[in-house]
């Protein structure tokens, strides 16, 4: 299968004129020229359409010929239907103009479903992409840079990854405000999301993301007192029993 990655590779070179300035692997192959690997039983249909070609029309086309006008096509359609998205679109809307089967490939397609949400600026575009996209990791740490709302449609399996929640809180700290009670109510979540804001939203907000901690946390006086050596702005959104016994300097708490 590489070898006819890379045949048509070349053949993109020559349309386009370009030269590789380096060897590449089958993964940038793959990345560069397909939305994903052509499997098994895509290449062998391309090869019955050849040679069905070769039969009818005496022409001599390769599998690899084949697929790669395949994706040419896809690629312009594509491009098409994001140029008509505007700010305020709601994806379903624009889906249900178009081809069921073309859908399901849009719905698959990690370029489309990212720029269609930084086009549309609306998080729940993420809503019509395939489970397979929203239960992707690198692509969902990639999406949570442009938009953190994206993660109210994440997989259920993924909503639930503790250890990958703090990942995407390094992302954007944001993802906070949109994550369920129970975890807003976990001590080193909500530090971890105020020591990213330190770093990642210091100089784009005069708030503190402390205000999407639980009610449980924000009456903790420990964690506030926590919370607020990360960023003193955090005691604006402590329990009122607590900001008065700060601001009127009482004894006890």
Known sequence: MLKGLEKIRIKERKIFNKKPEKEESSKELQEDIFLEKPSQDEYEFAE????IIKIVKNEEVTPEDIIFNQWKRYDKDRKIVLSEIRTGDDLSTVFERLPSDFVEKLKNDKWFIKEAIRKSKRADSFQYASEELRSDKEFILDLVKINSGIFKYVSEEISKDREFILMLLK?????LQHLSENLRS???I???ALRAEAYVLSSQTEDSIFQYASSELKDNVDFVLEAVKINPKAIFHAS???KTAVFFKEDKI
């Open 48 to 51: 019955k359409i050849a040679k």
């Open 171 to 175: 992302q954007n700290p944001r993802v």
């Open 240 to 242: 009122n029993r607590i």
């Open 186 to 188: 976990d001590q080193e």
């Open 190 to 192: 909500v530090l971890e």
